[in-house]
C-alpha cells in the first residue's frame, strides 16, 4: 500500500514541459517596414480582413511549429553552425501582390528568387534534418503575409504592371535572420526574437 501511494504522488508532480510556437525568418528594416506596412492598409482597404501590425512583417524562412523549450537551445546551436558556413547578405525585390484563397490570405512576393535566400534556407533545412526535427517538406515559397481573412480577392499584381496606387518595387537588404517565438498577449499575436545570426 505504501508503495502505490509513491507511486501517485509521483505521477501528480510530474510537470508538464513547455513547448514553444517558433520559426526562422527575416525581418525589414525601418524603412521597408514602413513601405510594406503602407501596402498592406491598401490592400486591407481593397479586399477587407485584417492587415498585419507593421512589427510583425516578417519572411519566414523555415516554420517549425511546436518545439519543447528543451530543445530551443539545439536550435540555436543548428543556426550558429549555418552561420559559420559562411552564407552571403543579398538583397531582394518584393514586386508582386498574391492571394491564397484556401485560408483567405493576402501576400507579397517575389518575381525572382536569390540563389542567396534559397542557400539559407536549403542550409537550415539540411541540418535540421539531420538533427531530426520536423517541418514543412513543400517546396519553399518565399512570402510576406499582409491582410489575414482578406473578403475580396484582388486580380494578382506582378512585375510589370504597377501595384495599388502606384506603388514601386521594395528591395529588401538582408544581413541576418532570427529564431523567433510566437505567441499572445492582451489578445493579440506577437513574435519574440530567441537569437539572431548574421550573413557575411
Known amino acids: 500500500m505504501p508503495q502505490q501511494t509513491m507511486q501517485l504522488v509521483e505521477k501528480n508532480t510530474s510537470i508538464k514541459e513547455e513547448i514553444a510556437r517558433v520559426f526562422f525568418a527575416v525581418w525589414p528594416d525601418t524603412a521597408v517596414q514602413r513601405r510594406l506596412d503602407d501596402l498592406a492598409t ?34 540555436c546551436q543548428i543556426a550558429s553552425e549555418v552561420e559559420g558556413d559562411g552564407l552571403q547578405a543579398f538583397d531582394f525585390v518584393v514586386d508582386e501582390v498574391r492571394n491564397w484563397k484556401h485560408n483567405h490570405i493576402t501576400y507579397a512576393g517575389l518575381s525572382k528568387t536569390p540563389q542567396e535566400l534559397l542557400n539559407l534556407v536549403f542550409a537550415l533545412q539540411r541540418k535540421l534534418s539531420t538533427a531530426g526535427f520536423l517541418f514543412d517538406l513543400q517546396a519553399y515559397v518565399p512570402h510576406i503575409t499582409l491582410v489575414r481573412k482578406a473578403k475580396f480577392p484582388i486580380p494578382s499584381i506582378g512585375p510589370g504592371i504597377d501595384l495599388p496606387d502606384g506603388m514601386q518595387p521594395v528591395i529588401w537588404s538582408v544581413g541576418e535572420w532570427v529564431l523567433v517565438k510566437s505567441g499572445q498577449a492582451n489578445g493579440r499575436s506577437g513574435y519574440t526574437p530567441i537569437g539572431r545570426w548574421s550573413l557575411a
Open 42 to 75: 491598401q490592400l486591407e482597404n481593397s479586399c477587407g480582413g485584417r492587415k498585419v501590425r507593421a512589427e510583425n512583417i516578417h519572411l519566414t524562412l523555415l516554420f517549425l511549429g511546436d518545439v519543447k523549450d528543451s530543445r530551443l537551445d539545439a536550435l
